[in-house]
């Protein structure tokens, strides 16, 4: 038995936004920084648990969509924000 396609729905649609961003700020975009950002926009997404990307959208009305295009914007813009903010104390002290 294999678990192999089940994931998180929203990881790839998050990654997306990501490298959409950040070539905005490619001082800021290396590797840490990106991992960093997805993993704190993903902790505020909830989690959506899929074996094939087909099975949500198939189910999912217009409106729902758009309602999870706009969190996943806020949750990354707001991961950006907090990264970059913590990385600029890190380096103050």
């Known amino acids: 038995m294999s678990f192999d ?11 997306d936004k990501i490298m959409e961003l950040t ?11 990106l991992e960093d950002v997805a993993c704190v926009a993903l902790n505020h ?11 949500i959208v198939y189910y999912m009305t217009s409106d729902e969509r758009n309602r999870m295009i ?3 914007d806020n949750a990354v813009t707001f ?13 103050e002290n």
Request: proline share 6%; no cysteine; glycine share 0%.
């Open 5 to 15: 396609n089940i994931h998180n729905y929203y990881e790839q649609l998050v990654i």
């Open 23 to 33: 070539p905005k700020r490619p001082v800021d975009a290396d590797e840490n920084f």
């Open 45 to 55: 997404l909830p989690a959506r648990y899929v074996r094939y990307d087909v099975d």
């Open 70 to 72: 706009e969190q996943i």
């Open 79 to 91: 991961a950006i924000e907090y990264v970059l903010s913590h990385r600029q104390r890190s380096n």
